[in-house]
Structures are given as C-alpha cells and as structure tokens.
C-alpha cells in the first residue's frame, strides 16, 4: 500500500473499557468549547489567530448561547479540522488533541481496534476523551493563571477527577469538577479576536448596509 508504514503502529497502553456515561449535547460542545478558547489564545497566535481559526470559533460560540448544541459541535468539528491544517504553527500538546485525528494510511487489521465490539469501541473512546479533558484541564490552568486569571483553586480538583478515573472508571460525576473549570474559563478568559482589520471590517459592512 503505498504511503503505509512498513510494520505495525506500536500499540497503545491498554486503556480500560468502562462503559460509557450518556453525556448531554450541551457538556459535549462546553468541553470542546472552552479549552479551544484558551487554544486560540496560546502565545503563538501573537494575540491574533487568523480568522479562518475564529470563524468557526465564533459560529460555535454562538451557536452554544442560542441553546443550538447541534450546530455548535458542528461548528467546533469545522475548527477541529482547520486546527489540523499544516499552515498554523503547530499547537502544543495537549491541545494539539482538538484537532481532528487523521491516522496514517494502514491496513485495516493494524488497526488496534479492528474487529472489536462497538460497545468496546465506543468505552476506549470515552477514556480517551477523559484523559484529554484532565490534559487539557491541566494546562488549561496552568495557561490562565500565567496570563493573569487565577484557576489554580480548580487544580485540586482536577487531580480529584483524575484519581476518580484512575479507581472507578467514568462513572457518573467524573466531569462535575472538569465542568465547572470550562464554565469558569468561559466567564474568566476573554474570548480570542483576530487582528484589527478583521475586527473592524464587520462594522464597516454594517454601517454600510444601515446607509443603504
């Protein structure tokens, strides 16, 4: 197969498959939403993140307000994708895990989950979710209380969240304290804007359509 890789990916550390908790829409784009905020906000941006990285940003930003979950995962897959794309600079770990996944080309049975049950699936997939919430709650921290808004009270309860997973799996109130900490980041941290021309161009467009 041209392009694959001539042995099989390493394999992954087993991760334990406890069954899924049913997650709401609304907690679903909420623990998307907010640490894409901080990630439209790391140093490497310069204050700017182009507007391709905040149009779909923005869509999901108000999509989340009007109460239209649907539409803001939508939105947030969109900046997912654009997060993968090779012409930003490279985001750092662990937000380098709200891209979209893209697998080098493999045969199917290299796959680690080939031929698994879709319940089984679907728990590893829950698992890893919840190891990238606690990475990204994490440095979600450490980020806002760099850059001037204290969240370091929530880092304890992080760790509790984290010890949770470690002993009980995802049960239910795994998130309780991950939720609170993206509810925060959402009050606290000013929402990303792109460079001034970007931000003054819609007005211009207003104020022309008003003279018409």
Do not use: C
Not at 20 to 28: H, I, K, M, Q, S
Not at 64 to 82: K, N, P
Not at 117 to 143: F, I, M, N, Y
């Amino acid at each position: 197969m041209p392009g694959a890789p001539n042995r099989p990916p390493p394999k992954d550390p087993e991760v334990p498959s406890t069954p899924a908790v049913p997650e709401t829409p609304e907690r679903l784009a909420l623990r998307r939403l907010a640490p894409s905020r901080i990630a439209l906000r790391l140093d490497q941006w310069k204050g700017a993140p182009n507007p391709d990285l905040l149009a779909p940003f923005e869509r999901a930003e108000t999509a989340y307000l009007a109460g239209d979950y649907t539409a803001a995962l939508q939105a947030l897959d969109q900046l997912s994708i654009r997060f993968a794309e090779p012409r930003w600079p490279t985001l750092p770990e662990p937000f380098r895990r709200l891209r979209v996944p893209i697998p080098p080309p493999m045969p199917p049975h290299w796959d680690p989950e080939h031929g698994m049950a879709v319940p089984e699936k679907e728990a590893r997939k829950a698992r890893r979710h919840a190891d990238d919430q606690l990475a990204l709650a994490r440095a979600s921290v450490a980020w806002a209380t760099a850059h001037g808004t204290d969240l370091s009270s929530f880092a304890p309860r992080v760790e509790e969240s984290a010890a949770l997973l470690e002993t009980g799996g995802l049960v239910p109130g795994f998130y309780k304290h991950l939720d609170a900490l993206w509810l925060a980041v959402r009050e606290q941290v000013a929402k990303p804007t792109g460079p001034p021309a970007a931000r003054v161009a819609p007005a211009a467009v207003s104020g022309e359509v008003s003279e018409a």
